[in-house]
C-alpha cells in the first residue's frame, strides 16, 4: 500500500520554506525521499532508517516519527532549483503520489 | 560508473502489438524494480526482484504485463497486446540492499498509437 503525501502541490518564493508530509498505514522501517524534475529520473534525497540514522544530502534535512509511521521533508531557504516534484517511499519501495513543488523568483 | 542502462529511450508502436523493454541494473545490484509513471502522474509500481528470491509481482496492471530477470542481472518486462493505457514512461531503478538508495534508469518512453 502506498504512502500518502501532503500537500499535493506548493508554490514558493526563493528563499521561502515548505514542509512535505509523508505518512504510512503500516510500520515502516525506513523512508526514502526523491526528487524528480519535468523530463528526468527521479533523483535520491535522503534515506531514514529506524533508530535515526540518516543518508542523504547535507542541505537537505528530514525526519522520521517511527511511532506515527510518518516522515517530513524541510526545505529551508528554497532555491530556483529545488523546483520539483517530491516522492516518498517506503521500505517496499512503493512511492506516494508525489508533492508537485514550484519555486519562483 | 555506469548508472541504469535502459532501452529503448523511445518506443512507438501500434495497438495490439507486444513490446519488450529492457533494464541493465548496476553491477552487483540484487533489487530490482520496475514503476510505470502516465503523464503527471506518480510512479506506480510494478514488480520487484530481489536475488533469486520469487519477485513480487503484485503490481502488474493485467496478465498482459511480464517481467523476467536473467542470471540476477538484465531484466525485461513484456506488454503482450499493447493498449493505448499502456502509453506511459516506464522506470526500472536498482539498489544493493534496503539501505541504501535506489538508482533509477532514464525510462522508456512508450507510445502505443
Known amino acids: 500500500q502506498q504512502p500518502v503525501q501532503s500537500p499535493q502541490a506548493v508554490i514558493l518564493r526563493e528563499g521561502e520554506d515548505a514542509v512535505i508530509n509523508c505518512s504510512s498505514s503500516k510500520a515502516l522501517y525506513s523512508v526514502h525521499w526523491y526528487r524528480q524534475k519535468h523530463g528526468e529520473a527521479p533523483v535520491f534525497l535522503m534515506i531514514?532508517?529506524?533508530?535515526?540514522e540518516q543518508k542523504g544530502h547535507e542541505k537537505i534535512s528530514a525526519s522520521f516519527n517511527e511511532k506515527k509511521q510518518q516522515s517530513s521533508l524541510y526545505l529551508t531557504a528554497s532555491q530556483l532549483s529545488y523546483s520539483g516534484t517530491y516522492f516518498c517511499g517506503t521500505d517496499d519501495m512503493r512511492f506516494g503520489a508525489g508533492t508537485r513543488l514550484t519555486v519562483k523568483p | 560508473g555506469a548508472g541504469v542502462s535502459q532501452s529503448p529511450s523511445n518506443k512507438v508502436t501500434e495497438k495490439g502489438k507486444d513490446v519488450e523493454l529492457r533494464c541493465d541494473p548496476i553491477s552487483g545490484h540484487t533489487a530490482l524494480y520496475w514503476y510505470r509513471q502516465s503523464l503527471g502522474q506518480g510512479l506506480e509500481f510494478l514488480i520487484y526482484?530481489?536475488?533469486?528470491?520469487?519477485?513480487?509481482k503484485s503490481g502488474l496492471p493485467s496478465d498482459r504485463f511480464s517481467a523476467e530477470r536473467t542470471g540476477g542481472s538484465v531484466s525485461t518486462l513484456t506488454i503482450q497486446r499493447t493498449q493505448q493505457e499502456d502509453s506511459a514512461v516506464y522506470l526500472c531503478?536498482?539498489?544493493?540492499?534496503?539501505?541504501?538508495?535506489?538508482?533509477f534508469g532514464d525510462g522508456t518512453r512508450l507510445s502505443i498509437l
Open positions: 531503478a536498482s539498489r544493493a540492499d534496503r539501505y541504501q538508495p535506489q538508482h
Open positions: 526482484f530481489q536475488g533469486n528470491s520469487a519477485p513480487d
Open positions: 531514514l532508517l529506524k533508530g535515526g
